[in-house]
């Protein structure tokens, strides 16, 4: 019986592996920007440490230096709702609030914690979420396990949207507009100011707006899009993560009070795991300390983007970013494959997006900018493709 069962997950696997779309953990060495795979090194242009923060050993020194074995606290022991609620929770999250000029921040594990905790944790069975069809799959599953009846509205089509909370707005007690600020795939921008107008029109409408991507390298002090668009005070759940620009770990959203107080009570991916050590939270809170003198990274990261976007689209390629993330349509699977080994060969380690992560006949290769590449080495980038 059980072997019969390994067989069939062998058979699974196989399947997997003849279509060309078996996963495995990709055994990397990491030297500071460089990605080393056997003896070939290339620059990594598929990190998510969009301000080069993480590969930075002058502040990781100057963070040692705060450190003794009193505070390098490795672990919390406990959830943050028995004993592991450390003090330097409430610092951080006293210094978010302050940032975001919000009443309110709430520190999670991971981003991953933060959307498949909250949703579940504010809809009831006469909720109703509205999601972008292109949001991350964390969000994807928050949904699902919240039960909540749903929708996706066609990607950045807020006539859709429109249209869904015109035919929806009575029928349901609440309903939760759910989005990316910039999108993973295709490097685009939500318009912000848009989702909140429609928002404003109901009175059981909120906003759930997702910055991974965007923390750390948009607006003037890098809290995110909803910065640089000035509506921060208008989303009702601004989430992001540490784990990307911040090059640190967990997640976090600014929020009213009484949200902050209603997840505590309901959401058991924060109520039912250990909190992060200390000593991630204390990184977490140096990182955030520094973030508004990163303004010449932020600018540098956003002219390189641009200027490569430009360098993409004169090779006749279509390019929607507007932002560092910046993909490279190439449309056939196969030839995103061989195009990314082509680019491996010359230096560059990009990863191809294939279906079902993208839209079919979207492939494409993932090219993630980050603060530390110079002009240089993006005209290298170009001249290469
Ligand atoms: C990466 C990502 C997450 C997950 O965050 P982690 O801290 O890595 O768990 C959530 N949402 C979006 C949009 C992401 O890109």
Redesign the pocket.
């Known amino acids: 019986m059980e072997k019969d069962i390994l067989e069939i997950f062998k058979c699974e696997l196989l399947g997997l592996e003849e279509k060309g779309i078996l996963r495995h953990l990709p055994a990397v060495i990491h030297q500071g920007e460089e990605i080393r795979f056997g003896r070939k090194r290339m620059l990594n242009l598929s990190s998510?440490d969009y301000l080069g923060l993480a590969t930075d050993i002058s502040l990781r020194e100057e963070f040692l230096q705060s450190l003794t074995p009193d505070n390098l606290l490795f672990t919390s022991s406990s959830s943050r709702l028995l004993t592991g609620n450390f003090n330097i929770y409430t610092e951080l999250e006293n210094q978010l609030s302050r940032m975001f000029g919000s009443e309110s921040a709430l520190v999670f594990n991971?981003?991953?914690?933060m959307?498949t905790g909250i949703l579940p944790a504010i809809c009831n069975s006469g909720t109703l979420i509205l999601a972008d069809k292109l949001v991350?799959a964390?969000?994807i599953d928050g949904i699902r396990l919240s039960g909540a009846k749903y929708f996706r509205y066609h990607h950045a089509d807020y006539n859709h949207l429109d249209k869904l909370l015109e035919m929806h707005s009575k029928s349901f007690e609440r309903i939760i507009i759910v989005t990316?600020s910039i999108f993973?795939m295709d490097g685009d921008v939500t318009d912000l100011h848009h989702l909140v107008r429609l928002k404003q029109k109901y009175s059981n409408v909120l906003l759930y707006v997702?910055e991974?991507?965007a923390v750390g390298i948009r607006g003037e002090q890098g809290l995110g899009c909803a910065e640089e668009q000035g509506c921060i005070p208008d989303i009702d759940f601004l989430t992001g993560?540490?784990?990307?620009a911040l090059a640190s770990?967990?997640?976090y959203i600014i929020c009213r009070k009484v949200i902050r107080d209603y997840l505590i009570n309901k959401m058991r991916t924060l109520i039912f795991t250990t909190a992060l050590p200390p000593i991630n939270l204390m990184w977490s809170k140096f990182v955030m300390e520094r973030l508004n003198s990163f303004s010449n990274k932020r600018k540098h990261l956003k002219e390189n983007s641009s200027f490569l976007k430009e360098r993409i689209i004169e090779k006749g390629y279509n390019c929607p970013s507007e932002s560092h993330i910046i993909p490279l349509m190439i449309g056939d699977n196969k030839k995103a494959i061989l195009k990314a080994e082509d680019m491996w060969r010359k230096g560059f380690y990009m990863l191809p997006v294939r279906p079902p992560t993208v839209p079919e006949g979207t492939a494409r290769i993932r090219i993630s900018l980050t603060a530390n590449i110079t002009r240089e080495i993006v005209n290298q980038i170009a001249d290469s493709i």
């Open positions: 998510n991971s981003g991953y914690h959307n991350h964390s969000l990316e993973s997702d991974a991507h993560t540490f784990g990307k770990v967990g997640g």
